[in-house]
């Protein structure tokens, strides 16, 4: 099959989508980019790669560390995770207040913004330095030594994330985060502000359909069990309350954040990384979700 053929084509047919969408201007900081990006890049097990566009761009990854930092969580203290934290799709906006009340400060699950929180705060408590940990994790995970946090972005958050210091605040009156909630949001806000291209998200998303392995080095990150799991809840939590229509579009495990960025996997084959800044009403990239739409139509392949 001719993928980087597909992958022009893909990007011929997503370019007229190019103003449809919105970026993430409630983050100040993110309102500067360019919203005219479009980067997609598809990674082998293998080693085979293919790319168009802007893929060697770095950009805020948001959501997507949540899959990161969800599975170092996991590496660290395995199942005692779930007693935090649940596994369940919420139905109800990411950065939901009520929901989290209604059920005792236990989120729904980790790559809500609740949930995150809560897995940040389990990192606080097993690391000695958690920012400086968490990114050598991910540089290790991506094979780049370079990547780092945006500082600009990490600080427009922090002077604009209310609401997230409210759900940290009402978790810690139920018990469910242990640490200073300013050290746990200061982590949350820097974690979001971590800056990947495709090319990097592309390779460190082949830990996931490599069985939690990682193919250069042949390292074990996690085992086989937790990746299948770390997979299901791409599949069924992973794009905010829209997880139904990625999975009915596209078919495949998949993160993403209100940077613009997207990465799904097909267990044992593949990773894929777009980017486009401009978001739909849901938080997710308008190019992103119809590129990804578009390869898995184009080439037949998806785990359905």
Known sequence: ???KKILEEIKIEVEPLIGIGKLADY???LANINPNHFG???RFIDGASYAVGDTNIPFSIQSIS???TLTLAIKLIGNEVWKRVSVEPSGNAFNSLVQLEHEN???RNPFINAGALVISDILISQLDHPKHQLLEFIKNISNNQNIDINKKVAQSEKENGYRNAALANMMKSFG????DINEVLDLYFCMCSIEMTCSDLSEAFLLYCNHGILPKGNEEIISLSQTKRLNALMQTCGFYDEAGEFSFTVGLPGKSGVGGGIVAVLPGKFSIASWSPELNAKGNSVLSMKALELFTTKSGLSVF
């Open 1 to 3: 099959m001719n993928y």
């Open 27 to 29: 983050i100040p900081e």
């Open 40 to 42: 997609i890049e598809l």
């Open 66 to 68: 949540k899959v990161f």
């Open 105 to 107: 400060g236990i989120p």
């Open 176 to 179: 469910n985060i242990k640490n």
